[in-house]
């Protein structure tokens, strides 16, 4: 048996040629490459429209030195001042243009990390560079705003997943039919890597993809009802959580239940911060295919249990 390999990572782009949609920014980006001329920057839009791909693949273009910090597990002060600032201030750079620091969701920084880094942005910018993205500009800090240039990305429309969806299959050697790849695209509303998840999902165990496969995958996610489900689970009120879970499964295949769970869960909002963590802990791991309608409630009593110790 072949170890699962999330298709969304195997494929993200390695050049800034293969990154799809947003052209006006990916041509500002190659054309800031080209100079190799940066100014710190801000990536902000929905999840799975290429923001991180692009941040990873600047420094890597130009093969030059940078550090990556992903604010969803490190978020406070103590990363600014033990690994960005001794590493921004540093000038070892043997003939590169500037080094490059990643700030990843930078808007799940606590306050004095972000303020920390907009300083020490401001003090190293001749030679550091900071690249940053944010799903969401609420809980940033506004001066970002105004001192890192900010490039928004808009959702990613379905002629442009098409193609990409396309190359997926032809390295997998999957056939596929262009009417469910779009079907896939339509479905995604936007979120690429949802539609990479969704068509790796499909295609488990198979060597073409199977229209009537494709046309389960139903995943206008009902946003409410699963927050609910969550909520309920974390208030302790499992019953009812596993009744509102049912209800969702009965219009959604099991297995499309994890699909981008995580991502949707937390793009909402709707939750802190200590609440996210137990989510994430609670979230089964792997390989989603396997999941069926058990795992989703296991899912649910995790978090149950977590939060009232069961
Ligand atoms: N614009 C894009 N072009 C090609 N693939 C993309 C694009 N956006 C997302 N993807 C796919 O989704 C995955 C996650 O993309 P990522 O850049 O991390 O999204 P985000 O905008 O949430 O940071 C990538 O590894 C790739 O498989
Ligand atoms: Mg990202």
Not at 38 to 61: A, C, D, E, H, R
Not at 181 to 195: E, K, P, T, V
Request: with cysteine; net charge positive.
């Amino acid at each position: 048996m072949t170890l699962y390999e999330d298709w969304a990572e195997k494929y993200r782009p390695r050049t800034i040629k293969n990154v799809v949609g947003n052209a006006s920014v990916t041509k500002a980006v190659r054309r800031m490459i080209r100079n190799k001329n940066f100014p710190n920057m801000m990536l902000i839009g929905p999840p799975g429209t290429g923001k991180s791909t692009i941040v990873k693949l600047i420094p890597k273009t130009l093969d030059v030195d940078f550090i990556e910090i992903n604010a969803a597990s490190q978020s406070g002060i103590n990363v600014v001042r033990d690994d960005i600032e001794p590493y921004a201030r540093t000038l070892d750079m043997e003939g590169s243009p500037f080094k490059v620091v990643i700030l990843d969701q930078v808007d799940r920084f606590s306050p004095d990390a972000q303020q920390a880094s907009l300083q020490l942005a401001e003090e190293v910018s001749v030679y550091c560079k900071f690249l940053a993205t944010t799903n969401y500009a609420g809980k940033l800090n506004e001066a970002f705003l105004s001192r890192f240039r900010v490039f928004q990305f808009v959702s990613i429309s379905p002629d442009d997943m098409v193609p990409a969806l396309m190359r997926i299959c032809k390295s997998e050697r999957i056939k596929a039919k262009k009417k469910d790849l779009r079907y896939i695209a339509n479905a995604a509303r936007g979120d690429l890597r949802q539609a990479v998840k969704a068509l790796q999902t499909a295609c488990e165990g198979e060597s073409k993809l199977r229209s009537d496969i494709v046309r389960e995958f139903n995943w206008v996610p009902p946003y409410k009802s699963i927050i609910s489900s969550v909520e309920k689970a974390m208030k302790g009120e499992f019953t009812d959580s596993v009744k509102v879970l049912k209800n969702i499964l009965a219009l959604t295949q099991p297995k499309w239940f994890f699909l981008g769970l995580q991502d949707k869960l937390f793009y909402k909002r709707v939750f802190t911060e200590e609440e996210r963590v137990l989510i994430s802990l609670a979230l089964p791991e792997g390989n989603p295919h396997a999941f069926a309608e058990q795992d989703a409630i296991i899912f649910l009593a995790r978090l149950a249990g977590t939060v009232y110790e069961l």
